[in-house]
Nanobody
Framework: QVQLVESGGGLVQAGESLELSCAAS????????MGWYRQAPGKQRELVAQ???????NYGDSVKGRSTISIDKVQKLVYLQVNGLKPEDTAVYYC???????????????WGQGTQVTVSS
């Protein structure tokens, strides 16, 4: 069964950096675009960063200039580093990916269960 599992969340101080990881597991034929989204209490889920299958990246305005998304396609890992964390970065961060399972060869979108990031001032 294909799934995405995030790790690396926790409590950090404002100004610090954090790296989140997302592991894609299961029988995967192809890894497409991968990304990170976040959702703060009472707010809509928003894009943090995305990386396409060709390596192009796109960042949400809230983290642009202080975050980096990267991917290890062989290990099926996606990383998100955010520098200069602010209290408003507090949210549940979700990994998202377009993956093609080996048994269907049809790409579909998967979501991880999320990891909490809390930034204290």
């Amino acid at each position: 069964q294909v799934q995405l599992v995030e790790s690396g969340g926790g409590l950090v101080q404002a100004g610090e950096s954090l790296e989140l990881s997302c592991a894609a597991s299961g029988s995967i034929f192809r890894v497409g675009a991968m990304g990170w989204y976040r959702q703060a209490p009472g707010k809509q889920r928003e894009l943090v960063a995305q990386i396409t299958s060709t390596g192009s990246t796109n960042y949400g305005d809230s983290v642009k200039g202080r975050s980096t998304i990267s991917i290890d396609k062989v290990q099926k890992l996606v990383y998100l580093q955010v520098n200069g964390l602010k209290p408003e970065d507090t949210a549940v961060y979700y990994c998202n990916g377009v993956l093609t399972p080996l048994d269907s060869e049809v790409p579909r979108t998967y979501w991880g269960q999320g990891t909490q990031v809390t930034v204290s001032s």
